[in-house]
């Protein structure tokens, strides 16, 4: 057998590296986050005492020259980059992930830079329409911003810059395993970007554990459950699930399709498009070393990447 090319080889070697840092990140950043006092608690009021609200604090940025969220491209199908954000904040120091944290000034320029590029965020209910209903999409090229975990962080620095450009975002939700003392979103503050800034809910399960291996009972739990549970607090269709660390596999996707989830996202890079497996789609996370000119490259060079596989082969 000849020798994979040498692109393919470090695509595979970036994703292993990818899913190590994920299954260890899931651990770090939110089973141990109250027993080890994370520097996130810090930005939130600190450890076991509850924070009072705090308004969003604006982030300066100027007016994009991207497209006008009021228009209405013409229908074409179309592909998507979606992009993956953890902590809206800078990294602490000693923080052991810190290419999970996005400083809000950079994040707000990365924003920038996107819609100076044509690109218009839209949620992925809106992709699907799209896709299956022949809806139109805002003018520009269609990206979704993504957050996971539900860092309070996103509600108070990432979603007033998103509001201004008019762009929604879509938070992956986690029921449980980050407090608002410890840096997590408030039931208020989703119902705040749910309501007022157009924001997409979907989740990664109730506690995010990884799903691979886990029994029909506790997969059971983990996605009808959970959604159903979101459901009835949030009172949104939660049509789409994340999956913790990025791993799946055929048994995982029997479950989400059981359970109503229109799809799901996974860690392998590229474009989601209409042919692709909606329980595999590609998501780009992004680093505080993607300088905002990086970012907009970076996209652009996922868009040929093969689609993620459908059976999640780990």
């Keep these: 057998m000849s020798e994979p090319p040498a692109s393919a080889r470090h695509r595979e070697a970036r994703l292993r590296a990818v899913r190590r840092r994920r299954r260890s990140a899931g651990l770090a950043l939110i089973c141990a986050l109250a027993g080890a006092g994370f520097a996130i608690a810090a930005t939130s009021g600190g450890v076991g005492k509850r924070p009072e609200r705090r308004p969003k604090t604006p982030v300066t940025v100027a007016k994009a020259h991207g497209p006008d969220h009021r228009c209405f491209a013409p229908y074409r199908l179309e592909r998507a980059p979606?992009?993956?954000?953890?902590v809206i904040a800078p990294a602490p120091p000693g923080a052991p992930f810190p290419l999970l944290y996005v400083p809000p000034s950079l994040f707000a320029a990365q924003m920038h830079a996107l819609a100076g590029a044509g690109y218009h965020a839209v949620t992925l209910d809106q992709l699907w329409a799209n896709w299956h209903e022949r809806k139109r999409l805002p003018c520009g090229k269609p990206i979704v911003v993504s957050f996971d975990n539900g860092y309070e962080t996103q509600f108070q620095y990432a979603a007033p810059v998103l509001k201004r450009l008019g762009w929604p975002g879509v938070e992956n939700l986690q029921l449980t395993g980050l407090s608002w003392a410890n840096g997590g979103i408030s039931h208020h503050e989703i119902r705040e970007l749910i309501r007022d800034d157009r924001w997409e809910l979907?989740?990664?399960?109730?506690?995010?554990?990884?799903?691979?291996?886990?029994?029909?009972?506790?997969?059971?739990?983990?996605?009808?459950?959970t959604r159903r549970k979101i459901q009835r607090i949030f009172h949104v269709p939660v049509n789409w699930f994340c999956y913790p660390s990025g791993e799946y596999n055929p048994t995982v996707i029997a479950a989400l399709q059981a359970a109503g989830f229109r799809g799901?996202?996974?860690?392998?890079?590229?474009?989601a498009g209409p042919q692709d497996n909606p329980y595999a789609l590609p998501r780009m996370e992004v680093h505080p070393t993607q300088s905002?000119?990086?970012?907009?490259?970076d996209v652009a060079a996922m868009a040929p990447d093969p689609p993620p596989p459908d059976a999640g082969a780990h």
């Design 82 to 86: 979606i992009l993956e954000y953890h």
């Design 202 to 225: 979907d989740t990664q399960g109730y506690d995010h554990t990884g799903m691979v291996g886990l029994d029909a009972a506790a997969l059971r739990f983990q996605t009808a459950t």
């Design 264 to 271: 799901s996202t996974t860690e392998y890079w590229g474009w």
């Design 292 to 297: 905002p000119s990086q970012l907009v490259a």
